[in-house]
């Protein structure tokens, strides 16, 4: 049977570049060699494109190949880029927001992951708390602001939230740029540092809640992992915890009451169809101690593969290994691919 060659793709121009190195590694050691071919496009920080064979995954050995770079969108792909399916592994803006799913949607390729409307959706945390709202799901109250104007955002945080309160950009993932304020100091530098990094950000009030993660994938029917709980080293689940120091604990799966269980499904079901999302994806929830009311918090339809990451975790613990979920993703994306050509073959009366 001839492998299928899958072009994995990693690295880009977002604060997350280092994480997607890990992700990738993580993908490209476990992909089944007897079925597919996988070969190597890194895009490093600076935007050049290189197709490699340096599977090091080590970013100091990978530009050292940047004399070889090309842009796909400026002149044809070199010899070695043509796949029969692509898999962005670009966590961030550049990759994880619909550009590279454009991209691809306008080249006809076959891709791994949501599509380039549900990807900019879940990006941006704004739309897609929009979004939850209008589906009718409960979040933490929160304020959006798209200017830094110090006096403002603090007058307008105390009026409408009070402290504590987490301040994150707005299109931004693995908790970077993401600081907790308990007083009006911290608000401004936290707000300062995640202007830094976005155009927008969210102020969103601190509620006191267990942390809950649940695996979603599938397109038109979707299956819903079992939930896992973080208990984090330190306040909240911050970037040095997640991938310098990994600290964090996990209860994987989590055992919670049967019908809180199934409000944390329902929840995962809408939301994922609220941002239209497809291929797979990680909602992350809140349980509100006392109520154990289920609130959702955000959506990341390129979740981390890494060795600690709950995504392919929460799947393993339901017997589905990290090189059958890869499988079923490959398939997905090939599933959508066919549905948009016969969806353009019906609108042309083909």
Known sequence: MKKMRVG????GRSAEHAVSLMS?????????????????LYVSRAGEWVLT???SFR????????????????????????GDIYFPVLHGPNGEDGRIQG?????????????????????????????????GL???????FRENLPEQVAELVEKKLGYPVFVKPSALGSSVGIRKAAGRGELLAAAELAFSYDAKIVVE???????IEVSVMGNEEILVSQPGELLPSREFYDYEDKYMEGKTQFRIPVQLPEAVAERVRKTVQKAYRALFLDGYARVDLFLENGSDEVLINEINAIPGFTAISMFPKLWEAQGIGFAELLDRLIAYGFERQRRRRDNVDEGLGR
């Open 138 to 144: 409960r979040q933490a109250p929160f304020l959006y």
């Open 24 to 40: 990738a590694r993580a993908i490209w050691e476990r992909l089944d060699r007897s079925k597919y071919e996988p070969f190597l």
């Open 205 to 211: 009030k601190a509620v006191s809640m267990r942390e």
């Open 8 to 11: 994995l793709i990693f690295g």
């Open 53 to 55: 064979e340096n599977a």
């Open 103 to 135: 991209l691809f949607e306008l080249a006809g390729k076959p891709f791994v992951g949501a599509g380039s409307l549900a990807a900019q959706l879940a990006m941006d945390k704004v739309v897609a708390k929009m979004l939850f709202a209008q589906a």
């Open 59 to 82: 970013e100091e050995e990978l530009k050292q190949a940047a004399g070889r770079s090309f842009l796909p969108w400026a002149a044809p792909l070199p010899g070695g880029c043509d």
